[in-house]
């Protein structure tokens, strides 16, 4: 697909090269490699690669319409174009849920600790009765609290929770 681009639409014009020096996403801070990214805190990681992927929604939704647009465009071209989009949509809801679920027990969590709520769920209710990401996720949790790597990162749990997690007992 790339190729066939290439030679129909980018030559000679210096596409590739504005493309690599002007993309939208250069101006975010990622990590080089997986050194880096495991110095990371946790939720900043996360909230890295929501950003990163809600940066492609405009891009994509354009480039869908371009092709959609161009009359001698192939029809590989666009399908390739719409599958990218959809699956862009469908990693940034996951993100988003997952990112979701870990605020919620990371306010759990505080709130257990600073004693400022009661809460019936031990750990393996909340693992026993959540989604398989959640059920990760939770693992994850667990496995840097008893590291004691596990606090928000400002370093202070301040949330509590008031409400039980949606969909639990």
Same mark, same amino acid.
């Given at each position: 697909?790339?190729?066939?681009?290439?030679?129909?639409?980018?030559?000679?014009?210096?596409?590739?090269?504005?493309?690599?020096?002007?993309?939208?996403?250069?101006?975010?801070?990622?990590?080089?490699?997986?050194?880096?990214? &495991?110095? %990371?805190?946790?939720?900043?990681?996360?909230? +890295?690669?929501?950003? /990163?992927?809600?940066?492609?929604?405009?891009?994509? !939704?354009?480039?869908?319409?371009?092709? &959609?647009? %161009?009359?001698?465009?192939p029809?590989?071209? +666009?399908?390739?174009? /719409?599958?990218?989009?959809?699956?862009?949509?469908? !990693?940034?809801?996951?993100?988003?849920?997952?990112?979701?679920?870990?605020?919620?027990?990371?306010?759990?969590?505080?709130?257990?600790?600073?004693?400022?709520?009661?809460?019936?769920?031990?750990?393996r209710?909340?693992?026993?009765?959540?989604?398989?990401?959640?059920?990760?996720?939770?693992?994850?949790?667990?496995?840097?609290?008893?590291?004691?790597?596990?606090?928000?990162?400002?370093?202070q749990?301040?949330?509590?929770?008031?409400?039980?997690?949606?969909?639990?007992?």
């Amino acid at each position: 697909m790339f190729n066939e681009f290439d030679e129909r639409y980018a030559q000679g014009r210096g596409f590739i090269t504005k493309a690599i020096n002007g993309c939208h996403t250069s101006s975010l801070t990622t990590p080089e490699d997986k050194e880096q990214a &495991q110095q %990371i805190h946790h939720e900043d990681l996360l909230n +890295l690669v929501l950003g /990163v992927l809600r940066s492609w929604n405009d891009p994509l !939704l354009h480039l869908v319409s371009e092709v &959609q647009s %161009i009359k001698e465009a192939p029809d590989t071209i +666009l399908w390739k174009a /719409v599958e990218i989009e959809e699956q862009n949509k469908r !990693l940034l809801e996951g993100m988003e849920k997952i990112v979701g679920q870990e605020k919620e027990m990371r306010a759990i969590y505080c709130s257990q600790s600073m004693g400022a709520a009661e809460s019936s769920m031990d750990r393996r209710d909340v693992l026993a009765t959540t989604s398989r990401s959640s059920h990760w996720l939770g693992m994850a949790n667990r496995g840097h609290r008893e590291l004691g790597t596990a606090v928000p990162a400002d370093g202070q749990c301040k949330q509590t929770v008031s409400q039980p997690i949606s969909g639990l007992p």
